[in-house]
Nanobody, 115 residues
Framework: QVQLVESGGGLVQAGGSLRLSCAAS????????MGWFRQAPGKERELVAG???????NYADSVKGRFTISRVNAKNTVYLQMNSLKADDTAVYYC?????????WGQGTQVTVSS
């Protein structure tokens, strides 16, 4: 069982930066693949960034070069550093933990980027 709580969202101007955190509780956190997803109103949830237990990362093309995902297993925490934010980044951001066949989701945190 893994429980996830996101934090760090808020309102920021275009071009600004924000750092999201996902704090996890439960067993065997370090073995989980972690990811950040986002969902804007009226749109499907999409992958923003993912990171494996070994530290391999992948990003959506729309955020590549601007966002960085990282994890600190000793703190049971995953981060998403978001730079050069755009209005199109506005969405609810969700943390995901996966260790097949199990998947867990956080409650989400709102990120709003003003033009």
């Amino acid at each position: 069982q893994v429980q996830l709580v996101e934090s760090g969202g808020g309102l920021v101007q275009a071009g600004g930066s924000l750092r999201l955190s996902c704090a996890a509780s439960g067993r065997a956190f370090s073995s989980y693949i972690m990811g950040w997803f986002r969902q804007a109103p009226g749109k499907e949830r999409e992958l923003v960034a993912g990171i494996t237990s070994g530290g391999s990362t992948n990003y959506a093309d729309s955020v590549k070069g601007r966002f960085t995902i990282s994890r600190v297993n000793a703190k049971n925490t995953v981060y998403l550093q978001m730079n050069s934010l755009k209005a199109d980044d506005t969405a609810v951001y969700y943390c995901k933990a996966e260790r097949l066949p199990r998947t867990y989701w956080g409650q989400g945190t709102q990120v709003t980027v003003s033009s």
